[in-house]
């Protein structure tokens, strides 16, 4: 019997069972009787659980307040049915290689699931009690062109939504939806954070907004570009995908089983651009996070030395055998590719943030990655590379080109994308690439045959994921090709130790 079966028949985490939770385990800091849902969240995961919750909880704690989360899961239930027997309280383990710490979070009051009832999320939002909406909907899910930044009319979703306007899809279509309610009621709109990985996350989400709500109203879309905000973010921390392990480790030290666990490092961090549309907000500045001007440097800093590092180590990672981020960075090659593409590529063409040194960041990312108690599984952060690679690795690579400066190491880790995509290890094991582009990046290659100059070619010359100027720029071709070559003849880890400095 595995231990999470042995601890389904214990008593179940939730409001009446809390105060039987073990004594070393933090407890909520307010009280949650007749407190609203100030927020709504867009894509209650876990890193949203482990960052936002975590964040407006402790907020709660220091200064109470309107500021529940109701959660909305755009398409599967798991998480509803996980959280609703639990009143909406779940478990959060930070870890490190010391221990781990265990702490109730409860600033979580329902979920709802979208795809089940769209009109219950409008209606969520268009509630006055609303002045925040949030959202953790990775990259592809904001039914955009990642190469250009444009809303895609032609996706699935979008079509869904003009399609059937009372019942959106998308998470742009349910704000706009409950906006188009909020302006009819003549509320105020509420400040919409983006917590995802985009480069100018405020900036892009308010573009894909107007552009939805344009064509569908004039008129609405003119009210919420002038009545509503959009602040860019930057969100930091590691967390990995829960395992059975980790409920079971976490139901033990509980005392109570938690179906809903979330595990995550000790580091944390939250840029917040200050522009709301009212001072009304937790006080999420009282508890960490930093409100500024401008968030470009920080979200600059982190996409472009931890994620692009996280791809680096994810892509090679996986194709040299390494099932998580902490073995891909105790492969001596590995590490020292990594530590080479930041000194050497990264950091020289990259602005810090006022009062940070860029190589000491690098040093305590590096030391991040090597935390034996977070098992970030390579496969999972190699999911969804096109939507990624523009933010974390391009737009550096543009950047060295117009400069005239090598790509070298750069290249590397694309190349090493493009041999992941292809769907086939260096075992001729089949890879599971999750990615809105599989088969579209699949099919590219199968027509492009066996020559690597041809398959590379054919690869970045789809302007959705390079843009128009890379899959002709031939400085770059050329160095992913010599790459990507490398590595079928040689294997990718025997390939990027020649990449090594000397």
Known sequence: MTPLRRMMSGPRLNTSTLHSAAKNVRLLGYDRAGMRSGIVHLGLGAFARAHLAEYTDDALARAPGDWGITGVSLRRPHQRDRLAPQDGLYTAIQRDGSGAQARIIGCVQRVLVAREAPPAVVAAMADPACRIVTLTVTEKGYCHDPA???????????????????????????????????????????????????????????????????????????????????????????????????????????????????????????????????????AWEEVG????????????????????????????????????????????????????????????????????????????????FENPA??????????????????????????????QLPVTRLAHVIAAWIRYVGGIDEAAKPIDVRDPQAAALRKTLDDAGQAPEERVAHVIALKEIFGADLGDNSIFRAAVTEAYAAMLEHGVRDATLAQLAP
């Open 148 to 282: 250009s930044g444009r809303l895609d009319f032609a996706h699935p979703d979008i079509t869904a939504d003009f399609a059937h306007p009372a019942a959106p899809r998308s998470a742009i279509g349910l704000i706009v939806a409950a906006l188009e309610r909020r302006r009819a009621a003549r509320l105020l709109p509420f400040t919409v954070v983006c917590c995802d990985n985009l480069p100018q996350n405020g900036r892009l989400l308010a573009r894909l907004v107007d552009e939805f709500a344009r064509r569908r109203n004039a008129q609405l879309a003119d009210w919420i570009a002038a009545a509503g905000a959009f602040p860019s973010t930057m969100v930091d921390r590691i967390v990995p995908a829960t395992t059975d392990a980790d409920i079971a480790a976490a139901s033990q030290a509980v005392g109570l089983l938690d179906l809903a666990v979330v595990v995550h490092e000790p580091f944390r961090q939250w840029v917040i651009e200050d522009r709301f549309v009212s001072t009304a907000r937790p």
């Open 289 to 368: 996070a930093q409100f500024v001007a401008d968030v470009a440097p920080y979200e600059h800093m982190k996409l472009r030395v931890l994620n692009a590092a996280h791809s680096a180590l994810a892509y090679l990672g996986y194709l040299s055998g390494r099932e998580t981020i902490v073995e891909a960075v105790s492969d001596s090659i590995l590490r020292r590719f990594v530590l080479d593409l930041w000194r050497e590529e990264i950091i020289p063409v990259l602005t810090a943030p006022p009062g940070i040194n860029l190589n000491a960041y690098s040093d305590r990312l590096m030391r991040r």
């Open 374 to 403: 977070i098992l970030h599984r390579t496969w999972q952060v190699a999911a969804d590379g096109s939507q990624k690679l523009s933010q974390r690795l391009l737009d550096t690579i543009r950047e060295r080109l117009v400069r």
